[in-house]
């Protein structure tokens, strides 16, 4: 019993959504379960009692309050979700307007009218849901209040009639004012995780990608690569004689130098591309589609920009150079291979005399 409720609830949900898309899907499979058991029991205690206009309200609010749920579970799409929640909110006015007008069982009706402002709040959120409110409360002052009670099918007291009406805002303002420190809180805890995430994957130095953000962003560029069959080059960068600077001009100056090089790498790289910082003085380019030869001609070019920028530490122009290792990644060369074989190849650029760039293929073995 428990699980078959539990799926009918949350039928829909999926962990593809976000946790608000979520919560919309569980109050409308929500809403129209206990819409549906309302409406069609009283619907059949109204047709028992022969109260047949009543009956065929309840009945008919009863069938569309399914149909709601079915374009949700039919279309399962953000169009689908706001057809279902406007013919939900829509359904509901609507009943509500009929038990107003009729005064429902012993004119008890209109008590019912306190579900619409959180049901409102909870489809629309603060804004249409506000919009939506101000629209209903004002067809229900114009349906009580109207002059010789020309548009009510019973009759309500004048006392009556005001008491439900200042009710029935107060019931809205806290319904608004709950849904506005919800939707608040919700969009504060959606920016704490952003920016955690944020710093889970950034280097706070350089902000660039740090290893475990270019490793993802390497992972995405292999699933495309399986797709469309074109390599990735990737080309590990390190620092000539980085000790020497900060040993010269302090570690302070030394992180200086190292944000200056990431902006000279994040300019000169192609807009495709991506750099990210491996660690320490070491940096990775990402370069998709593109097959070794070329990622040697831009590491080439980046290792130019580098010589040719001098930085200013200190009131002195300090020249900054880099070694290069480049290797392609395709279907034979897996990535594990590719980073060692960089690797090697950037050992090989030091050994050559750094500033210099070269590429796996032409490694010593
Ligand atoms: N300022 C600063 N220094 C760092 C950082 N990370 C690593 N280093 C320094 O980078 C230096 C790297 O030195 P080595 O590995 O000896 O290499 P190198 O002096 O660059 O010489 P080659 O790589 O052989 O050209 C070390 O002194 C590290 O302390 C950092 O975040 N900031």
Redesign the pocket.
Known sequence: MAATLDKLLKEGCSQHYDEETNRQILVVNLFSLVGISLTLSLGIVALVGKNYPLAFSLLTASFLFIVSRKIQSIFSNSVGRLLAMYLLTGCLMALMSFLVVTGGRANTGPLWIYIVPPVAMFFGGFRRGLGVMAGFTLLIVILLFFPDDYLLLTHYSYEFKTRLIYSFLTVTFLSAFYEYSRQKTYETAKELSRQFKQQALHDP?THLPNRRGIQQQIEQELSRMTRHGRPISIVIV???????I?DTYG?DN??VV?TKISEIFRKWIRRQDSVGRWG??EFIFVLPETPETNGKLLADKVRSALEGTFINIQGNDIQVTA?FGVCEINKEITLDRALRQADKALYQA?KEG?NCVVAANACDD
Request: no cysteine; net charge negative.
């Open positions: 130095l390190d620092v000539d004689h980085f000790k020497n900060n570690h030394g992180d190292l320490g003085e070694s030091k750094r």
